[in-house]
């Protein structure tokens, strides 16, 4: 009772000193509702059935009030500090784009809290309408959101840790001569990764889905002076624009087959439609997603992405962008469920997409890279996962990986920061005494990775490896497999990118090590909230995300009868199968200690023979995907578009359209000319051409009687020369 009046003593004190701020009258209103409903809830306690449950619809109808407001007022924050860090961002000076976008953030992600409870808790959803958009007798779409317990759960780690990397960012970019163009750009694509979680159809969707992209290109090129980031984002965007083809697809598929692209339509028709349809739809969603989830085949863009700053990499490849195609997976599960075909291609498609990254990030050197690569093989189980159905336990390793992997990065950040921009891990060593606290945290977030017992990322990562073998499929059974291998080389390249970095021996140069330094408070806040988060959040939530009969969902995530396999996995899988990643994870651990601290002459060993020179070189080189791109599909697109532009472009087109049609009137302008000899004789042959031309086309061509109306009428001409004479 006293803390909700307290609570809405603090509203009315704010409405009454923020007349004229319309935001925060707004915000101060929001606060005012929240303690009357948490003032409903106490007293109802008190009170009989029938009027605690009209104590409850009372309580509904205010959540949906608050949710309405409270999300308004989150779009509206983040278009406004866009807008003002990027258009006034000399006015207000560095501190003030600072202040607007990280304040605004914070707000922001209070807001994300608020509406998980009020959406996710209290089950209550809410549509939001703006305006209508499209119009036409064949197509309606309007400007709507949605906010359901998928969408509320995607805010949480996309607000949270786009408000910690605003924060960390203040610090970390604070001697950079554009550093308001950066916040602007960190800004802008929060607001569009907003629009892509709460679009409530499919062109809405599709919007943010494409300012995320050139957002991620304005990041990753952000200091647009390096040749190597040039050619990184360059190389995010066309890679992009390939899943981004998918998606557009995959929209007039949606379009011709449903009539319709808002997702209660869609999802509702869904079950009736022909299996074929689903699948060649599901196919073009699939593309869409592996090309910004940085699936095989479509991966490439993001190791080399690193080249952005560091906070980039932590809001791009942590919680938002990578899974913008995961959440594409998950928000169509309606479609994916009756697509049996699509689904096996999904699951295989994680799966070698898991192994492939966790093998390649193990010979990585670039500290940054490394993780990328473990961002890539978590990616891919969760489009296993996808793939088996299990679409809750996709959102719960989601929502866990966001965490310990944004804490990860920015911990690589602080060691990079400390050690004047280096990324190299074979120039680091020996920082665990000399960066305690960044030991710490990259500590946490590591064991995190690995999913060591009781920390967040266990109790989803392995829960997704025991469904693949639940599943009791060939695919099941071979995927499972290559996850558990998987999940052995993330542990791998976890120790080893701690041991290089913090525990071996000195490599950098003195002049590094002599102006080491610790990081600041205000980048060190954000690591602690992580690393709670990372310690945390995956115990407190698992029973809400995955517990047996949890109703959190409602109808945002759609699972078929015949495809749920969490109760006989829970309670029918042999323990050995259960247990068998976590040992083979602490075996690779022990494996990779062994080999630095007792057998460290037997890396340079294997190296230097033939079979350990190719095995490295194979995995440095990332299978050799972008060698196989360059010179077997790039070279041949290039000299394909050379020829063709040869050939047509400036040969045949030019000769037929413009340069063609000049010609042709040069010429016939000449011919014509030649024709003029200034002779009088000359003329009157013309003439005379011309007229029997004329006649001859008359009698021969049209109507016979026309050539006799001629002639009869040259002879009734009058005579002028008579009747002159009178």
């Given at each position: 009772m006293n803390l909700s009046m307290v609570l809405f003593l603090i509203g009315i004190l704010g409405f009454i000193l923020n007349r004229k701020n319309i935001i925060l009258m707004l915000i101060s209103i929001e606060i005012m509702l929240l303690a009357v409903t948490l003032l409903i809830i106490l007293s109802?306690?008190?009170?009989?059935?029938?009027?605690?449950?009209?104590?409850?619809?009372?309580?509904?109808?205010?959540?949906?009030?608050?949710?309405?407001?409270?999300?308004?007022?989150?779009?509206?924050?983040?278009?406004?500090?866009?807008?003002?860090?990027?258009?006034?961002?000399?006015?207000?000076?560095?501190?003030?784009?600072?202040?607007?976008?990280?304040?605004?953030?914070?707000?922001?992600?209070?807001?994300?809290?608020?509406?998980?409870?009020?959406?996710?808790?209290?089950?209550?959803?809410?549509?939001?309408?703006?305006?209508?958009w499209i119009d036409s007798e064949f197509l309606l779409?309007?400007?709507?959101?949605?906010?359901?317990?998928?969408?509320?759960?995607?805010?949480?780690?996309?607000?949270?840790?786009?408000?910690?990397?605003?924060?960390?960012?203040?610090?970390?970019?604070?001697?950079?001569?554009?550093?308001?163009?950066?916040?602007?750009?960190?800004?802008?694509?929060?607001?569009?990764?907003?629009?892509?979680?709460?679009?409530?159809?499919?062109?809405?969707?599709?919007?943010?889905?494409?300012?995320?992209?050139?957002?991620?290109?304005?990041?990753?090129?952000?200091?647009?002076?390096?040749?190597?980031?040039?050619?990184?984002?360059?190389?995010?965007?066309?890679?992009?624009?390939?899943?981004?083809?998918?998606?557009?697809?995959?929209?007039?598929?949606?379009?011709?087959?449903?009539?319709?692209?808002?997702?209660?339509?869609?999802?509702?028709?869904?079950?009736?439609?022909?299996?074929?349809?689903?699948?060649?739809?599901?196919?073009?969603?699939?593309?869409?997603?592996?090309?910004?989830?940085?699936?095989?085949?479509?991966?490439?863009?993001?190791?080399?992405?690193?080249?952005?700053?560091?906070?980039?990499?932590?809001?791009?490849?942590?919680?938002?962008?990578?899974?913008?195609?995961?959440?594409?997976?998950?928000?169509?599960?309606?479609?994916?469920?009756?697509?049996?075909?699509?689904?096996?291609?999904?699951?295989?498609?994680?799966?070698?997409?898991?192994?492939?990254?966790?093998?390649?990030?193990?010979?990585?050197?670039?500290?940054?890279?490394?993780?990328?690569?473990?961002?890539?093989?978590?990616?891919?189980?969760?489009?296993?996962?996808?793939?088996?159905?299990?679409?809750?336990?996709?959102?719960?390793?989601?929502?866990?990986?966001?965490?310990?992997?944004?804490?990860?990065?920015?911990?690589?950040?602080?060691?990079i920061h400390a050690m004047n921009d280096e990324q190299d891990l074979r120039k680091f060593g020996g920082l665990s005494r000399l960066l305690p606290f960044t030991y710490s945290m990259m500590v946490i977030g590591s064991l995190s990775l690995m999913a060591l017992p009781f920390l967040t990322g266990f109790y989803s990562k392995d829960?997704?490896?025991?469904?693949?073998?639940?599943?009791?499929?060939?695919?099941?059974?071979?995927?499972?497999w290559l996850a558990s291998v998987a999940a052995v080389f993330t542990a791998m390249y976890s120790i080893r990118s701690l041991y290089l970095t913090f525990l071996g021996y000195p490599n950098g140069s003195k002049i590094n090590y002599q102006n080491i330094h610790e990081a600041p408070l205000i980048m060190a806040i954000p690591l602690v909230v992580l690393a709670v988060f990372s310690i945390f959040f995956g115990y407190v939530t698992k029973d809400l995300f995955v517990g047996m009969g949890t109703d959190f969902y409602n109808n945002a995530?759609?699972?078929?009868?015949?495809?749920?396999?969490?109760?006989?996995?829970?309670?029918?899988?042999?323990?050995?199968?259960?247990?068998?990643?976590?040992?083979?994870?602490?075996?690779?651990?022990?494996?990779v200690l062994a080999i630095y601290w007792i057998f460290d002459s037997l890396p340079n060993q294997f190296i230097s023979t033939s079979l350990g020179r190719g095995i490295y070189r194979f995995f440095n080189q990332k299978y050799f995907f972008d060698n196989i791109y360059n010179n077997f599909i790039l070279n041949k697109l290039l000299s394909f578009g050379y020829t063709t532009n040869k050939i047509l472009d400036r040969g045949a087109i030019e000769l037929v359209g413009p340069y063609g049609l000049v010609n042709v009137f040069k010429s016939a302008s000449n011919k014509v000319t030649s024709l003029d000899s200034g002779f009088i004789p000359t003329y009157a042959m013309y003439i005379f051409s011309g007229l029997i031309l004329f006649i001859t086309l008359i009698f021969f061509v049209g109507d016979p009687r026309l050539f006799v109306l001629l002639l009869w009428a040259v002879f009734l001409l009058p005579n002028n020369t008579n009747s002159t004479q009178k």
């Open positions: 109802s306690f008190s009170f009989d059935d029938i009027l605690g449950q009209t104590y409850g619809i009372y309580i509904i109808a205010i959540a949906g009030a608050e949710s309405a407001i409270g999300l308004g007022i989150l779009v509206a924050y983040y278009r406004l500090r866009a807008t003002v860090a990027g258009f006034l961002g000399r006015k207000v000076g560095k501190t003030g784009s600072h202040l607007i976008t990280c304040s605004s953030l914070v707000l922001t992600a209070l807001l994300a809290l608020v509406a998980f409870y009020e959406v996710g808790l209290c089950q209550s959803p809410v549509s939001i309408k703006l305006m209508s779409v309007s400007w709507g959101f949605i906010y359901d317990s998928l969408t509320v759960s995607m805010l949480l780690p996309v607000l949270i840790v786009s408000a910690l990397v605003h924060i960390y960012s203040t610090n970390y970019m604070s001697e950079d001569p554009h550093n308001q163009r950066f916040f602007a750009y960190l800004s802008m694509f929060t607001f569009f990764m907003l629009m892509l979680v709460t679009g409530d159809n499919y062109l809405v969707m599709f919007i943010g889905w494409e300012g995320v992209g050139i957002s991620s290109y304005l990041l990753i090129n952000f200091w647009f002076t390096r040749l190597q980031a040039n050619k990184a984002a360059i190389k995010a965007l066309v890679m992009n624009r390939v899943g981004d083809w998918g998606f557009s697809i995959g929209l007039w598929a949606i379009f011709w087959t449903f009539g319709n692209l808002d997702f209660t339509t869609v999802f509702s028709l869904a079950p009736f439609i022909n299996e074929e349809l689903i699948t060649i739809i599901s196919i073009c969603l699939l593309i869409a997603a592996m090309g910004k989830s940085a699936q095989i085949g479509l991966h490439t863009w993001l190791p080399d992405a690193m080249e952005g700053p560091t906070p980039v990499s932590a809001l791009i490849h942590a919680a938002t962008m990578v899974t913008a195609g995961v959440y594409l997976l998950l928000r169509s599960s309606p479609i994916l469920e009756f697509g049996s075909t699509a689904l096996i291609i999904i699951t295989w498609v994680g799966a070698l997409t898991a192994f492939f990254a966790a093998t390649t990030g193990l010979l990585q050197n670039d500290l940054k890279r490394v993780i990328a690569y473990s961002t890539c093989s978590q990616l891919g189980l969760l489009f296993l996962i996808c793939g088996l159905s299990q679409y809750n336990v996709a959102l719960f390793h989601l929502v866990n990986h966001a965490w310990f992997k944004a804490l990860l990065f920015l911990s690589a950040g602080s060691v829960l997704i490896i025991e469904l693949a073998y639940g599943h009791y499929s060939f695919s099941g059974n071979l995927v499972y995530l759609f699972i078929h009868p015949n495809h749920s396999i969490l109760v006989d996995t829970e309670f029918g899988l042999p323990m050995s199968m259960k247990f068998l990643p976590l040992i083979g994870s602490l075996l690779g651990t022990f494996g």
